[in-house]
C-alpha cells in the first residue's frame, strides 16, 4: 500500500509555481487506487519567520481550501492542520535529537532565509527534523513535492534510517516525487530565479487568484530569449524554456506539441495563448476557492481530516517513544 504526503506553508499567497510543483501532483496521486493519502497545511512550519496572528489564521483556511477547489477529494485525502495533531510537535522533538547540527546547516532552504538577517528564529534552523516528523508520522512512502524540497526528503530518509538502525525498525523510508515538468518554475522577470512571492516585482510570479486581465498582463511582460524561437532548451533558452514548461502543466500538452504549433511564429501568440491556458485551468479553481474558503464546509473537513490523522500519527509516536526508550503505559 502507498502513502502519499505532503504540505504547503501558509506564509504568502500561493503562486503557480506551488501548483506545478506541488498541488497538481496532490490531485494526481489520488488516482491511484492502492493508495492513501494525507495532505495537511504545514502551519507550525510557517511560523519559523515572523507571521501575523490574523493572516497565519486568514491563510491558514485558505491553503487547505486550495487543495479541495484544485480537486483534493476529502473522502479519499486525509486534507488537516498540521497544528491540529499535536503528535507533530512532539515527534519533531524527538527528530531533533536524531539531526546533527552539521547536516542542519547544509541545508540550502536555511541558507537562503537565513542570510543576511540577524534575527533568525532557532526554529528555521531546525525545521527540517519537524519535515521529518510531518512525514515519518504516517509512515508515508512518497513525498510529492518540488525540486526545491529535495534535499529536505533526502535528510528525512537519513534520518528515518539512522533511527531504525539504532532503536529498530519503526519508520518507513520515504521517496521524493517530483514532476520532470514544472518541478521548478522560476521568475518571470529573471529565469535563474525561482518564481516566489518573496520577489519584490509583482509581475514576476503569477497568483492563484489573479483576475484573468492580471494574468495577460503579467505573462505578455514575462521576458524571452532574442531569437524568436518558441524552443525548449534549458541552456540557450531558459526564459522560454520555463513558459513552455507553464503552458504543459497548465494545458496539459507535451512540450513538443506546443513548440511544433508556434514553430516559424514568434513570441506573440505563444504568450497570449499560454495566458489563456493558464486562466482556463485557474477560473474554475478560484470559483470553488471562494465557496469554500469562508465555509462551515471546510471547517468540518479539517476537523474530519485531523482525527483520521491522529489516529495513525499517535500510533507511529507511541511506537518511537518506545523504542526509545520512555516509559510509555
Ligand atoms: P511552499 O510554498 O514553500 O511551502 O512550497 C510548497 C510546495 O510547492 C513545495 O513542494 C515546493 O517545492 C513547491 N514549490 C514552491 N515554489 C515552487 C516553484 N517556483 N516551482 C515549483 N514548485 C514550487
Ligand atoms: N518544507 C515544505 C516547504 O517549504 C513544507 C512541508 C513541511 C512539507 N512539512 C512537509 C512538504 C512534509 C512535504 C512533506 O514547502
Not at 510543483?21 to 494526481?28: D, P, S, W
Not at 537519513?158 to 518541478?183: M, Y
Not at 502543466?249 to 504549433?261: H, L, N, Q
Request: proline share 5%; aromatic share 10%; hydrophobic share 40%.
Amino acid at each position: 500500500m502507498k502513502r502519499f504526503l505532503s504540505g504547503i506553508k501558509p506564509s504568502g499567497e500561493l503562486n503557480i509555481g506551488g501548483y506545478a510543483g506541488a498541488l497538481r501532483q496532490y490531485v494526481a496521486m489520488q488516482q491511484e487506487s492502492d493508495a492513501e493519502n494525507f495532505y495537511f497545511v504545514p502551519d507550525l512550519h510557517a511560523v519559523t519567520v515572523p507571521q501575523d496572528p490574523k493572516e497565519l489564521h486568514q491563510r491558514s483556511k485558505e491553503i487547505a481550501a486550495y487543495y479541495i477547489a484544485a480537486g483534493v477529494d476529502p473522502k479519499k485525502s486525509a486534507i488537516f492542520l498540521q497544528s491540529q495533531v499535536s503528535a507533530h510537535a512532539e515527534l519533531g522533538w524527538l527528530m531533533e535529537t536524531q539531526a546533527y547540527f552539521g547536516e542542519l546547516s547544509r541545508m540550502t532552504q536555511f541558507k537562503d532565509k537565513s542570510e543576511g538577517k540577524d534575527a533568525v528564529s532557532s526554529a528555521l534552523f531546525t525545521y527540517p527534523a519537524l519535515m521529518a516528523a510531518d512525514i515519518l508520522l504516517y509512515q508515508a512512502t512518497h513525498v510529492p513535492v518540488g525540486e526545491d524540497q529535495k534535499q529536505h526528503v533526502e535528510l528525512t530518509r537519513d534520518l528515518a534510517n539512522r533511527f531504525n538502525n539504532k532503536f529498530g525498525d519503526v519508520f518507513t523510508v520515504p521517496e521524493p516525487i517530483i514532476q520532470e515538468v514544472g518541478c521548478r518554475i522560476m521568475s518571470l522577470d529573471d529565469p535563474g530565479k525561482k518564481m516566489s512571492k518573496s520577489n519584490p516585482n509583482k509581475s514576476s510570479y503569477v497568483l492563484m487568484l489573479d483576475e484573468p486581465d492580471t494574468i495577460r498582463k503579467k505573462l505578455a511582460r514575462a521576458v524571452t530569449d532574442s531569437d524568436m524561437q518558441v524552443r525548449y532548451d534549458w541552456e540557450a533558452k531558459p526564459a522560454v524554456s520555463n513558459l513552455l514548461e507553464i503552458y504543459s502543466v497548465f494545458s496539459g500538452e507535451e512540450i513538443p506539441v506546443i513548440e511544433k504549433r508556434y514553430e516559424g511564429q514568434g513570441y506573440g501568440a505563444f504568450k497570449k495563448e499560454l495566458a489563456e491556458a493558464v486562466i482556463a485551468k485557474l477560473t474554475p479553481i478560484q470559483e470553488r476557492f471562494r465557496e469554500i474558503v469562508d465555509s462551515e464546509e471546510l471547517v468540518s473537513i479539517l476537523k474530519d481530516g485531523a482525527e483520521r490523522a491522529a489516529a495513525i500519527a499517535d500510533e507511529t509516536l507511541r511506537k518511537a517513544k518506545q523504542a526509545m526508550g520512555f516509559v510509555v503505559f
